[in-house]
């Protein structure tokens, strides 16, 4: 069975810092994977996707960016972190019939 | 563009209540429609999906319909616990875009006391 794994779970982070997640799949090859994020009392909004290895494609112009080094692994990054950037980071993969599977996330407090 | 509109929270109800969380969407074509659950500091679950008009998705006694005519997938269960408290999203897939894309609702947080 599939898996999705990341981290860290939770961040603490100061303004102008920089910044790595990682997502990564297990049980399933060149999946396409999915980075949201998740401001506080909000929905969740799509930052970037790829579908394949160092195919990435951004959806919301930002402080963020993500690549793919591998078929199973997500990185999300910023070389300086701004206060908005805090939120709940979720990275997600698809599967089958359009479905998308999520992991359990990355809280991000940048102070 | 497709949206999806969710009725505003919190749903506040007593264990064993009848539950509806409504929700809206404007798409072209056909998407598919999903509901997923967040609980507190998780990641989502898919809830469940269906993927064409009159579809019925149900799972953990929740059921949603795909009605095509009133384009909604309103989320109803006949007896909530209070285990089921939780943030509900509703989602459609963009069939117009060349990769899978969800389109969220804001969420609609449901509260059940005992």
Redesign the interface.
Known sequence: SQTIHQWPATLVQPVGSPLSLECTVEGTSNPNLYWYRQAAGRGLQLLFYSVGIGQISSEVPQNLSASRPQDRQFILSSKKLLLSDSGFYLCAWRGGADTQYFGPGTRLTVL | GNSVTQMEGPVTLSEEAFLTINCTYTATGYP?L?W?VQYP??????LL?A?KADDKGSNKGFEATYRKETTSFHLEKGSVQVSDSAVY?CAL?DVNTG????V????TRLLVSP
């Open positions: 598919s999903f997923y500091g998780e990641g989502l679950q898919l999906k993927t999203f897939s990769f899978q894309k969800l969220f609702g804001t969420g």
